[in-house]
T-cell receptor
Framework: GDSVTQMEGPVTLSEEACLTI???????????LFWYVQYPGEGLQLLLK?????DKGSNKGFEATYRKETTSFHLEKGSVQVSDSAVYFC??????????????FGQGTTLQVKP | DADVTQTPRNRITKTGKRIMLECSQT?????MYWYRQDPGLGLRLIYY???????NKGEISDGYSVSRQAQAKFSLSLESAIPNQTALYFC?????????????FGPGTRLTVL
Protein backbone atom coordinates (compact mmCIF):
# COMPACT_ATOMS: atom_id res chain seq x y z
CA GLY A 1 0.00 0.00 0.00
CA ASP A 2 0.88 3.66 -0.10
CA SER A 3 3.39 4.88 2.48
CA VAL A 4 5.46 7.88 3.53
CA THR A 5 8.92 7.81 5.07
CA GLN A 6 10.52 10.80 6.76
CA MET A 7 14.00 11.29 8.12
CA GLU A 8 14.22 10.56 11.78
CA GLY A 9 14.60 13.36 14.23
CA PRO A 10 15.08 15.24 16.29
CA VAL A 11 16.79 17.81 14.13
CA THR A 12 18.57 20.52 16.10
CA LEU A 13 19.73 23.66 14.33
CA SER A 14 20.98 27.09 15.24
CA GLU A 15 18.94 30.10 14.21
CA GLU A 16 19.51 31.15 10.57
CA ALA A 17 20.78 27.69 9.58
CA CYS A 18 19.48 25.91 6.49
CA LEU A 19 16.90 23.18 6.91
CA THR A 20 16.14 20.09 4.88
CA ILE A 21 13.75 17.41 6.08
CA UNK A 22 13.68 14.44 3.75
CA UNK A 23 10.44 12.77 2.72
CA UNK A 24 9.98 9.93 0.27
CA UNK A 25 6.80 8.16 -0.67
CA UNK A 26 5.46 5.00 -2.23
CA UNK A 27 2.22 5.25 -4.14
CA UNK A 28 0.50 3.31 -6.88
CA UNK A 29 -1.06 6.36 -8.51
CA UNK A 30 -0.33 10.07 -8.56
CA UNK A 31 -0.95 11.35 -5.08
CA UNK A 32 -1.09 14.90 -3.83
CA LEU A 33 1.64 15.65 -1.31
CA PHE A 34 1.48 17.76 1.82
CA TRP A 35 3.58 19.09 4.65
CA TYR A 36 1.80 19.71 7.93
CA VAL A 37 3.29 21.40 10.98
CA GLN A 38 2.37 20.83 14.62
CA TYR A 39 3.45 23.50 17.08
CA PRO A 40 3.70 22.50 20.75
CA GLY A 41 0.30 21.86 22.27
CA GLU A 42 -1.57 22.44 19.04
CA GLY A 43 -3.20 20.50 16.22
CA LEU A 44 -1.75 20.07 12.76
CA GLN A 45 -1.76 22.95 10.31
CA LEU A 46 -1.25 22.71 6.59
CA LEU A 47 2.11 24.22 5.71
CA LEU A 48 2.21 23.61 1.96
CA LYS A 49 1.06 21.20 -0.72
CA UNK A 50 1.69 20.09 -4.30
CA UNK A 51 -0.71 18.26 -6.54
CA UNK A 52 1.40 17.09 -9.48
CA UNK A 53 4.94 16.35 -10.54
CA UNK A 54 7.35 19.31 -10.56
CA ASP A 55 4.91 21.49 -8.61
CA LYS A 56 6.56 23.54 -5.88
CA GLY A 57 4.63 24.31 -2.73
CA SER A 58 5.75 27.25 -0.62
CA ASN A 59 4.65 29.07 2.52
CA LYS A 60 6.34 31.04 5.32
CA GLY A 61 9.74 30.63 3.70
CA PHE A 62 9.38 26.85 3.43
CA GLU A 63 9.46 25.10 0.07
CA ALA A 64 9.03 21.57 -1.23
CA THR A 65 9.09 20.27 -4.80
CA TYR A 66 7.13 17.22 -5.97
CA ARG A 67 9.78 14.97 -7.56
CA LYS A 68 8.13 12.04 -9.31
CA GLU A 69 11.42 10.58 -10.57
CA THR A 70 12.79 10.25 -7.05
CA THR A 71 9.38 9.92 -5.31
CA SER A 72 10.40 12.67 -2.92
CA PHE A 73 8.97 15.84 -1.40
CA HIS A 74 11.76 17.25 0.75
CA LEU A 75 11.00 20.28 2.94
CA GLU A 76 13.52 23.14 2.81
CA LYS A 77 14.02 26.52 4.38
CA GLY A 78 16.99 28.78 3.88
CA SER A 79 17.09 30.37 7.32
CA VAL A 80 15.21 28.90 10.27
CA GLN A 81 13.95 30.82 13.27
CA VAL A 82 13.29 29.75 16.84
CA SER A 83 9.58 30.04 16.09
CA ASP A 84 9.94 27.23 13.50
CA SER A 85 10.49 24.72 16.30
CA ALA A 86 7.74 22.15 15.81
CA VAL A 87 6.98 18.67 14.52
CA TYR A 88 6.73 18.39 10.74
CA PHE A 89 4.68 15.72 9.00
CA CYS A 90 4.87 14.71 5.38
CA UNK A 91 1.68 13.19 4.00
CA UNK A 92 0.11 11.98 0.79
CA UNK A 93 -3.50 11.94 -0.23
CA UNK A 94 -5.01 8.68 -1.38
CA UNK A 95 -6.32 9.38 -4.87
CA UNK A 96 -7.50 5.90 -5.73
CA UNK A 97 -10.63 5.32 -7.75
CA UNK A 98 -12.73 5.53 -4.62
CA UNK A 99 -11.37 9.05 -4.03
CA UNK A 100 -11.39 8.65 -0.31
CA UNK A 101 -9.17 11.66 0.27
CA UNK A 102 -7.51 9.84 3.15
CA UNK A 103 -4.14 11.12 4.26
CA UNK A 104 -1.23 8.80 4.89
CA PHE A 105 1.32 10.35 7.23
CA GLY A 106 4.98 9.91 7.84
CA GLN A 107 6.10 9.47 11.42
CA GLY A 108 6.94 13.13 11.93
CA THR A 109 10.25 14.95 12.37
CA THR A 110 10.87 17.15 15.38
CA LEU A 111 12.77 20.36 14.66
CA GLN A 112 14.36 22.33 17.45
CA VAL A 113 15.92 25.67 16.64
CA LYS A 114 18.26 27.20 19.20
CA PRO A 115 18.97 30.95 19.48
CA ASP B 1 -13.14 31.35 16.51
CA ALA B 2 -11.84 27.86 15.93
CA ASP B 3 -13.25 26.14 12.85
CA VAL B 4 -12.77 22.63 14.24
CA THR B 5 -13.30 22.13 17.94
CA GLN B 6 -12.78 19.07 20.10
CA THR B 7 -14.05 18.31 23.58
CA PRO B 8 -12.70 17.51 26.04
CA ARG B 9 -9.12 18.69 25.52
CA ASN B 10 -7.79 16.41 28.19
CA ARG B 11 -9.28 13.32 29.81
CA ILE B 12 -8.03 10.80 32.30
CA THR B 13 -10.07 7.66 32.72
CA LYS B 14 -9.80 4.12 34.02
CA THR B 15 -9.63 0.81 32.22
CA GLY B 16 -13.07 -0.46 31.24
CA LYS B 17 -14.80 2.91 31.19
CA ARG B 18 -16.75 4.15 28.20
CA ILE B 19 -15.44 7.41 26.79
CA MET B 20 -16.80 9.74 24.12
CA LEU B 21 -14.73 12.35 22.34
CA GLU B 22 -16.62 14.99 20.41
CA CYS B 23 -15.77 17.01 17.35
CA SER B 24 -17.67 19.94 15.86
CA GLN B 25 -16.89 22.05 12.81
CA THR B 26 -18.17 25.30 11.37
CA UNK B 27 -16.37 24.98 8.03
CA UNK B 28 -19.33 23.41 6.24
CA UNK B 29 -17.17 20.49 5.13
CA UNK B 30 -18.78 17.17 4.27
CA UNK B 31 -15.93 14.85 5.23
CA MET B 32 -14.73 14.21 8.76
CA TYR B 33 -11.95 12.03 10.17
CA TRP B 34 -10.63 10.70 13.46
CA TYR B 35 -6.92 10.02 13.93
CA ARG B 36 -4.75 9.01 16.82
CA GLN B 37 -1.19 10.18 17.27
CA ASP B 38 1.43 8.11 19.05
CA PRO B 39 5.08 9.10 19.45
CA GLY B 40 7.17 7.89 16.52
CA LEU B 41 4.15 6.57 14.62
CA GLY B 42 2.70 9.70 13.09
CA LEU B 43 -1.06 9.85 12.74
CA ARG B 44 -3.16 6.80 12.03
CA LEU B 45 -6.71 6.87 10.75
CA ILE B 46 -9.39 5.37 12.99
CA TYR B 47 -12.64 6.19 11.14
CA TYR B 48 -13.78 8.55 8.45
CA UNK B 49 -17.13 9.79 7.22
CA UNK B 50 -18.07 11.22 3.85
CA UNK B 51 -21.48 12.38 5.01
CA UNK B 52 -24.00 11.63 7.71
CA UNK B 53 -24.92 8.25 6.24
CA UNK B 54 -21.49 7.17 5.08
CA UNK B 55 -19.05 5.95 7.75
CA ASN B 56 -15.97 3.88 7.09
CA LYS B 57 -13.32 2.11 9.09
CA GLY B 58 -9.74 3.28 8.95
CA GLU B 59 -6.62 1.26 9.58
CA ILE B 60 -7.03 0.97 13.38
CA SER B 61 -10.78 0.88 14.09
CA ASP B 62 -10.81 -2.04 16.56
CA GLY B 63 -11.98 -0.91 19.99
CA TYR B 64 -13.54 2.29 18.63
CA SER B 65 -16.91 3.33 17.27
CA VAL B 66 -18.18 6.59 15.80
CA SER B 67 -21.37 8.50 15.28
CA ARG B 68 -22.03 11.26 12.73
CA GLN B 69 -24.93 13.05 14.38
CA ALA B 70 -25.04 15.86 11.82
CA GLN B 71 -22.83 17.17 9.06
CA ALA B 72 -21.05 19.30 11.64
CA LYS B 73 -20.61 16.70 14.40
CA PHE B 74 -18.58 13.51 14.54
CA SER B 75 -18.06 11.64 17.81
CA LEU B 76 -15.57 8.93 18.67
CA SER B 77 -16.35 6.39 21.38
CA LEU B 78 -14.18 3.95 23.24
CA GLU B 79 -16.61 1.34 24.48
CA SER B 80 -14.26 -0.12 27.07
CA ALA B 81 -11.07 1.86 27.36
CA ILE B 82 -7.73 0.10 27.71
CA PRO B 83 -4.30 1.55 28.53
CA ASN B 84 -2.92 1.17 25.00
CA GLN B 85 -5.59 3.61 23.83
CA THR B 86 -3.69 6.32 25.67
CA ALA B 87 -2.86 8.77 22.89
CA LEU B 88 -3.54 12.15 21.35
CA TYR B 89 -6.69 12.10 19.26
CA PHE B 90 -7.37 14.47 16.38
CA CYS B 91 -10.47 15.23 14.42
CA UNK B 92 -10.13 16.62 10.91
CA UNK B 93 -12.42 17.85 8.14
CA UNK B 94 -12.19 18.28 4.40
CA UNK B 95 -14.33 19.51 1.54
CA UNK B 96 -14.78 16.94 -1.22
CA UNK B 97 -15.77 19.65 -3.69
CA UNK B 98 -12.29 21.18 -3.43
CA UNK B 99 -9.64 18.56 -4.15
CA UNK B 100 -7.02 17.57 -3.26
CA UNK B 101 -8.91 17.19 -0.01
CA UNK B 102 -6.79 19.36 2.20
CA UNK B 103 -7.64 18.42 5.75
CA UNK B 104 -8.13 20.84 8.63
CA PHE B 105 -7.41 19.63 12.13
CA GLY B 106 -8.83 20.31 15.54
CA PRO B 107 -6.58 21.04 18.53
CA GLY B 108 -6.62 17.45 19.77
CA THR B 109 -7.78 15.54 22.83
CA ARG B 110 -5.17 14.03 25.11
CA LEU B 111 -6.59 10.81 26.53
CA THR B 112 -4.95 8.85 29.33
CA VAL B 113 -6.29 5.43 30.28
CA LEU B 114 -5.05 4.18 33.64
Amino acid sequence: GDSVTQMEGPVTLSEEACLTINCTYTATGYPSLFWYVQYPGEGLQLLLKATKADDKGSNKGFEATYRKETTSFHLEKGSVQVSDSAVYFCALSDRSSSNTGKLIFGQGTTLQVKP
Amino acid sequence: DADVTQTPRNRITKTGKRIMLECSQTKGHDRMYWYRQDPGLGLRLIYYSFDVKDINKGEISDGYSVSRQAQAKFSLSLESAIPNQTALYFCATSDSSRPPDTQYFGPGTRLTVL
